[in-house]
């Protein structure tokens, strides 16, 4: 089966709206049916498998001159059509803690509940294992609406594997890297755009315990530079490595 095709199979079955929430949840202590919906916002967002990248500009940036009597700028006034803070969110889509999180999402949303053939895909989604590849997906937020929001969620909707994939990598300790295999844009599921990697190099994982750290580096633009680092022996769940 074709990579795209097998990578989308594990898209959710539903969209999802998802919060920009960073909740304090005890997730690791109870079984993922169990969270609240701050529980599976905490995995997503700020958890082992998943972090969140914070781009701010200094609020002089954002604001326009007033003039005042002589034709001097007297005061400065908010500029709306800019936002002060955007969050892109990486999460590895290929650990299960962050797919039992978006899986959650989906089913405390249903307010009306979940038909067989939803629930099974639900399950699917969960319980797929990744031999292959590992799958980081990114997504971006704002509580401010503003051009540069736009701006920052079209560069997911429109960069494509060849921009991307010779400044696109995951480096471990000594500086081992494997570089992007194929970006996919964000797909109607609400998971967001797909940054893929081989998991095997001379057919051996290339991420292992003794790498100690995983270093996600994708230089999306000049202004948007996504680095996030995440701590192997923090990514143990049911007692297996999940990344």
């Not at 755009?193 to 190099?201: D, E, K, Q, T, Y």
């Amino acid at each position: 089966m074709k990579l795209k095709t097998r990578v989308f199979v594990l898209s959710l079955p539903v969209p999802l709206l998802l919060l920009a929430l960073a909740a304090s949840a005890q997730w690791e202590k109870k079984p993922y049916a169990e969270w609240s919906e701050k529980d599976a916002q905490k995995v997503l967002n700020d958890s082992p498998w998943g972090k969140s990248q914070v781009f701010s500009t200094p609020g002089e940036m954002f604001r326009s001159p007033t003039t005042g009597r002589q034709g001097t700028a007297t005061r400065t006034e908010p500029n709306p059509a800019q936002a002060l803070h955007l969050n892109f969110r990486m999460r590895f889509l290929s650990a299960r803690p962050i797919r039992q999180a978006y899986s959650r999402l989906v089913e405390l949303r249903q307010k009306s509940g979940m038909n067989e053939q939803a629930a099974a895909q639900l399950k699917q989604f969960v319980s797929g294992e990744f031999l292959e590849y590992v799958i980081i997906a990114v997504t971006c937020d704002s509580q401010e609406a503003g051009a540069n929001t736009q701006q920052a969620m079209s560069l997911l909707n429109t960069r494509g594997t060849a921009d991307l994939k010779n400044n696109t990598f995951l480096e471990t300790k000594g500086g081992h890297r494997v570089f992007l295999q194929e970006f996919q844009p964000p797909h109607q599921d609400g998971i967001g755009a797909r940054f893929i990697f081989p998991r095997l190099v001379d057919g051996k994982p290339f991420i292992t315990p003794e790498a100690e750290e995983i270093h996600f580096v994708s230089e999306l633009s000049g202004n948007y530079r996504l680095d996030r680092r995440y701590k192997i022996k923090d990514m143990m769940f049911d007692g297996k490595l999940e990344y």
